[in-house]
């Protein structure tokens, strides 16, 4: 069926939170750590989650990892696009 959802996280904790609010749910959910490098092949599952440090990085280098995120789940396919801040 492919990568139903992809989401970047702005924290590990909030980003363990969603993935396991996914996996209660039913779906095959990955979580990463940091944004995977170049080359990287993503995991068959339903649910791609992305844990960043963003929250507390600065500005630009927030905005930077969290569009690196994105790209990286949009390349994998994922249907649909989540962002959780906190």
Known sequence: MGLLLGCVADDVTGATDLANTLV?????TVQLFGVPAAG??????D???????SRTAPKEEAVDES???LRVLRSAGAKQLF???C
């Open 24 to 28: 209660r749910n039913g779906m095959r």
């Open 83 to 85: 962002f959780k801040y």
């Open 47 to 53: 649910a791609i989650v992305i844990a960043l440090k």
């Open 67 to 69: 569009l690196c995120a």
């Open 40 to 45: 990287t092949e993503l995991p068959d599952a």
